[in-house]
């Protein structure tokens, strides 16, 4: 008799426009997408590891690309918003979050890419209202918490990519790329131990402050 069901419905509206402005070219787009996921839960047992709940998420991007010959600009505004409701708890909230990003052209093939950005990410159902006893073997308590924030982020990349054509035939290219990031997060999400050995239990909190640092290196051959 134990059920989830998950339903889910977006949207998606996008618009580019190339015009000239001050002496300088600029493709200007804009993004706006927004979900909603309904979560209905049904188990006997009283376990809530999928809980039920609502999330509605919005999101309004505008990018403007603009061409410094021969280097390109590219200015960018998130607005973002989401709302939480469940028999349980509500939560909402919304943000304003800019980029920056700059490729510079070092030869016809090897291009220098930098950005830096803010980022927002709500909590999910999942973190927010889980509650319940973890599967077997490891039976460890999950309790919600319905408190928590959104995660706010800035991000800072820097790249160099390659890009060749006609290597070893007319038609082939190689794509070559690699990046380091580091990333400061607020609020971060994620799972801890509350309370003491007997009588504590694992809950999502917000980390007050998380660093993370990477490297990708990627290559293609077509």
Avoid: C
Avoid at 31 to 46: I, K
Avoid at 125 to 142: C, I, K, Q, R, Y
Avoid at 155 to 160: D, N, T
């Amino acid at each position: 008799p134990r059920s989830y069901d998950t339903a889910t419905a977006g949207l998606l509206l996008t618009a580019t426009r190339s015009t000239t402005w001050a002496g300088r070219d600029h493709d200007l787009s804009l993004r706006l997408e927004g979900f909603r996921d309904r979560v209905t839960t049904d188990d006997p047992a009283g376990a809530s590891l999928t809980p039920s709940g609502q999330r509605q998420l919005w999101s309004l991007a505008l990018e403007d690309r603009i061409a410094l010959d021969p280097a390109t600009l590219t200015l960018g505004l998130s607005l973002d918003s989401y709302r939480m409701r469940s028999p349980a708890a509500r939560s909402g909230g919304e943000a304003a979050s800019p980029r920056l990003a700059l490729d510079l052209p070092l030869t016809d093939s090897l291009t220098l890419h930098g950005a830096a950005s803010l980022a927002y990410r709500p909590p999910a159902l999942s973190e927010t209202l889980v509650d319940g006893l973890h599967p077997e073997p490891a039976d460890f308590p999950v309790r919600p918490n319905p408190g928590l924030t959104p995660e706010r982020a800035r991000m800072i990349e820097l790249a160099l990519a390659y890009q060749g054509n006609a290597l070893l035939t007319d038609s082939d290219s190689l794509t070559v790329k690699g990046t380091i990031h580091r990333t400061l997060v607020q609020d971060y999400i994620g799972m801890e131990w509350v309370g003491g050995v007997f009588d504590g239990f694992y809950q999502y909190q917000n980390l007050s402050r998380v660093k993370i640092k990477g490297l990708e290196l990627e290559a293609s051959y077509e």
